[in-house]
């Protein structure tokens, strides 16, 4: 068996004391992650009251399923709870059509730079936001799994439950979608 690091000692505790279905431990986990799963559910869905829902639920469905994590598996818990948010945002995309958000951050600070520059930078925001609206839930899903929080193919594969070559090809298929749908864009730019 062998020894975490001393900086994993923290995050292992409250790992094992959500485990045991600590209220105290699992509030600081949601503490932890409730800016990641908001900012997954928000690019997938779009902004709203379903978005505050859908979190809500994939922080409940975690705390009923902590007993079963297995703290020496492979997924971190960040992937696995990015897996529970993806499977709840794609079954309520298939249930109804919501308005997608924008992938660029909403709390995104200008730079000072003058305001042509700032316009374009904001038409390329909308362009992007707009040409990743119109990719299949699937393809959307991996590229922001992938592109905005850093998942790995095998990650990726997890959350959406489906192979590692499936998700490879989802993610290729998006980026080159992405690529295509943007190339007016770069010539402008």
Do not use: Y
């Amino acid at each position: 068996m062998s020894v975490a690091p001393r900086e994993d000692l923290p995050d292992r505790a409250l790992l094992q004391r959500c485990k045991a279905q600590d209220p105290l431990a699992f509030r600081a986990f949601v503490v932890r992650h409730e800016r990641m799963v908001f900012a997954l559910l928000s690019r997938m869905l779009g902004h709203g009251a379903e978005v505050e829902d859908l979190a809500q639920e994939t922080f409940v469905r975690a705390f009923r399923a902590f007993p079963s994590f297995d703290l020496d598996g492979s997924a971190r818990a960040s992937t696995w709870l990015l897996t529970i948010a993806t499977r709840l945002a794609l079954d309520s995309r298939k249930r109804k059509h919501v308005a997608s958000a924008s992938l660029e951050d909403t709390d995104e600070t200008s730079t000072g730079s003058n305001p042509e520059i700032s316009l374009a930078r904001r038409q390329l925001g909308h362009a992007i936001a707009d040409a990743a609206a119109r990719l299949p839930d699937d393809q959307r899903a991996a590229l922001i799994l992938a592109d905005l929080h850093g998942l790995s193919t095998a990650e990726i594969a997890a959350a959406l439950g489906v192979n590692e070559s499936t998700a490879k090809t989802r993610l290729f298929r998006a980026r080159e979608k992405m690529r295509e749908s943007l190339k007016d864009e770069w010539r402008t730019s």
